[in-house]
């Protein structure tokens, strides 16, 4: 049952995701719209991967998975639960956005639900602009952290903590944003209490980004805006590719390439 519960949350949040995006690029004068394409996973499940290339934003990917089976043998011992049994079931969503203006944050998020002989929840969201703005970084903050604290298993300064240890470029020295927050391994012994948690930064999220959009999307730029943005954007993909934990575990798992490599930017400079 709770399998069932976490997969319906998680279409359920791509599908607002979706739509609340979309809704931007209408407001925009946009007629750009998102591309859904469902793959299935030769091991066991699948996913929609959904892409939109607009005017707001020049990249957005909003995607859903849910996959099975049995982890490699090499991996397998790096995922709690595994050591007996390989089997495993992770469900989840992952949201990357690249803006088009460089005065809007690029912004990542994902909250996914994975099952071995444990159970439990990880997730979090971050963003990363190219000029930092003090009330940006506020309002996406404090959004997290009413979050954080409307639920007693959620710590906003240990999962505030451990999203600047983790989105960091330790071969640049450098953060890779103005962090937010990051979980992993949530399991509380209150299902449905770290359910409720999980869904509330999923609701969190689609509110607050908007918000910052909005701040931003008529604000004008000039071309050395954009070349800043561009080796920004090559800072995210060094992180990306050769420290993110979920990229290597849609590699390890067998899921889709392009779904796992959404989150690159279309265009980048180093």
């Known amino acids: 049952m709770s399998k069932t519960q976490a997969e319906d949350w998680f279409r359920e949040l791509q599908s607002t ?6 809704a931007i690029e209408i407001a925009a004068g946009s007629n750009a719209r998102f591309e859904r394409q469902p793959w299935q996973r030769p091991g066991g499940g699948g996913g929609t991967m959904a892409v939109m290339r607009g005017e707001v934003f020049e990249k957005a990917g909003v995607n859903f ?14 995922i709690p639960g595994t ?9 989840g969503v992952s949201v990357v956005v690249h803006p088009r203006s460089p005065m809007i944050p690029a912004v990542h998020f994902n909250t996914r639900h994975l099952v071995t002989q444990k159970s439990w929840f990880g997730g979090g969201a971050d963003m990363t602009p190219v000029f930092p703005d003090d009330e940006d970084t506020n309002l996406f903050h404090s959004a997290l952290k009413a979050t954080c604290d409307a639920h007693p298993m959620a710590d ?16 640049r020295q450098e953060p890779r944003g103005v962090g937010g927050i990051f979980f992993d391994q949530l399991n509380s012994g209150d299902w449905i209490g770290d359910f409720e948690f999980v869904k509330d930064v999923g609701r969190a999220f689609t509110s607050i980004y908007p918000q910052i959009v909005a701040r931003h999307v008529d604000e004008p730029y000039e071309d050395r805006h954009r070349q800043a943005q561009l080796l920004k954007r090559g800072r995210y993909v060094e ?15 067998g899921g889709n390439t392009e779904a796992i490599l959404m989150s690159l930017p279309p265009l980048a400079s180093w």
């Open 17 to 22: 995701l979706i739509e609340t995006y979309e």
């Open 65 to 78: 998975s849910q996959v099975e089976g049995e982890f490699s043998e090499r991996f397998r011992g790096e």
């Open 83 to 91: 050591d007996e049994d390989p089997s495993f079931w992770a469900c």
């Open 156 to 171: 906003y300064q240990t999962y505030k903590s451990w999203c600047d240890r983790y989105f960091y470029l330790p071969h």
């Open 239 to 253: 992180f990306n590719l050769v420290h993110d934990r979920g990229t290597r575990f849609g590699l390890e798992t």
